[in-house]
Structures are given as structure tokens and as C-alpha cells.
T-cell receptor
Framework: EAGVAQSPRYKIIEKRQSVAFWCNPISGHATLYWYQQILGQGPKLLIQFQNNGVVDDSQLPKDRFSAERLKGVDSTLKIQPAKLEDSAVYLC????????????FGEGSWLTVV | GDSVTQMEGPVTLSEEAFLTINCTYTATGYPSLFWYVQYPGEGLQLLLKATKADDKGSNKGFEATYRKETTSFHLEKGSVQVSDSAVYFCALLKAGNNRKLIWGLGTSLAVNP
């Protein structure tokens, strides 16, 4: 079974530039998550989708971050304009319905803002 | 609110030593419990899970038992290897319609040859 796919794997941009990350979840997984993980810290949930609807985006900095999940499959996370403190790993994860079912993570997109 | 508390790291062990990383939780209802591992430069991988009280999750020589009476899910391995050096995260999956992982802060493990 294919895992959660993310791209690009690495990105270096200057502050005030924009960047977009793409995620393809595991086939059939209705729930998709975007997390931000700053070096040395645990993951922080940015946004959670159920199919193509937003379930939780309470910690998404909406003045600069946006995310969409058109057609309830792939998702894109955008940052515009980027700040130095946005340097982090952006992790996409997906899961099935049901409490006991696992949430699976992609390899992450590593962003450095200089 | 729901929360997960892990022992602070870093933990440094010699190869073949016994490992315990403590994890306790606070939650309403009956959450599922997970250990995720993050190797240097990589994403998060599921290590093991348990979905109900007294369940034991196991994988790659690691084990953890869901103890409802002590609200704990401690990670153990009898003999660690250098390749086990990583950061380990304990997490619970919040019950209800809004399925969300609640994370511990992570415990860094370094195993020396």
C-alpha cells in the first residue's frame, strides 16, 4: 500500500516569498491533516480536513497560511508571505474513519526561510 | 483538557541496555494510544499502538501496554541498538467526531556503541 506522498521534500526561500506544499494521502483516507514541526519540538496541528471540508483550522495563521483539499483527495498548503519563523517541517498525515484507526504521516516537506 | 506527558530527554544509553520511556495521559472517554518514532531527518513513523485497556502494542522489539488504572503507556525495549537513536513521541487519539492526535513533547534517545 502506498504511503502518504509529499512534495517538495526540501525548499529554501527568502522571507516574504511564497511557497506551496502538496500532499497525496493514502487512498480512501477521508481525514487529512497538516502539521508544522519546528526543530526540537513536537508536531503542531495546522489544519484538519474531513473529505473536502475543514474540521479544525484554529491554529492556522490565516493571514499568511492557506490550505485546500479540492475533491477530497490531494491537498495543498501555501505560505505567503513567508517569515523566518516559518522554517520547519510540514507534515501531512491521513487516516480512516474509526477511533482505533491509525494516522499515517508522510516524510515531510522541510522548509528553510532565509 | 486531554494531555500527554512524557519523560524528558535526552536519554543516553549504551548498546544492549534496557530502555523505558514513560508516558502518562489525561483523557475523557477511551482514547487510543500510540508511539511514533522520528529518525534524524525523517518524518514520523508509527511504532506501535493500543486501542483499549490492557492491550499490548509491539513492534521491532518495542512494547507498550495500555494501563487504564495508572493512565500510562510506557515504552520499553529489552536491548537497544545504535539504530534506535531517534525521537519518540507518545500520543493519544481523541475520541469523538473530531479525530485529533494529542502529542507528548517527545523524548530524544541516543544509543552509543
Amino acid at each position: 500500500e502506498a504511503g502518504v506522498a509529499q512534495s517538495p521534500r526540501y525548499k529554501i526561500i527568502e522571507k516574504r516569498q511564497s511557497v506551496a506544499f502538496w500532499c497525496n494521502p493514502i487512498s480512501g483516507h477521508a481525514t487529512l491533516y497538516w502539521y508544522q514541526q519546528i526543530l526540537g519540538q513536537g508536531p503542531k496541528l495546522l489544519i484538519q480536513f474531513q473529505n473536502n471540508g475543514v474540521v479544525d483550522d484554529s491554529q492556522l495563521p490565516k493571514d499568511r497560511f492557506s490550505a485546500e483539499r479540492l475533491k477530497g483527495v490531494d491537498s495543498t498548503l501555501k505560505i505567503q508571505p513567508a517569515k523566518l519563523e516559518d522554517s520547519a517541517v510540514y507534515l501531512c498525515a491521513s487516516g480512516e474513519q474509526g477511533l482505533g484507526n491509525t494516522i499515517y504521516f508522510g516524510e515531510g516537506s522541510w522548509l528553510t526561510v532565509v | 483538557g486531554d494531555s500527554v506527558t512524557q519523560m524528558e530527554g535526552p536519554v543516553t544509553l549504551s548498546e544492549e541496555a534496557f530502555l523505558t520511556i514513560n508516558c502518562t495521559y489525561t483523557a475523557t472517554g477511551y482514547p487510543s494510544l500510540f508511539w511514533y518514532v522520528q529518525y534524524p531527518g525523517e518524518g514520523l513513523q508509527l511504532l506501535l499502538k493500543a486501542t483499549k485497556a490492557d492491550d499490548k502494542g509491539s513492534n521491532k522489539g518495542f512494547e507498550a501496554t495500555y494501563r487504564k488504572e495508572t493512565t500510562s503507556f510506557h515504552l520499553e525495549k529489552g536491548s537497544v541498538q545504535v539504530s534506535d537513536s531517534a525521537v519518540y513521541f507518545c500520543a493519544l487519539l481523541k475520541a469523538g467526531n473530531n479525530r485529533k492526535l494529542i502529542w507528548g513533547l517527545g523524548t530524544s534517545l541516543a544509543v552509543n556503541p
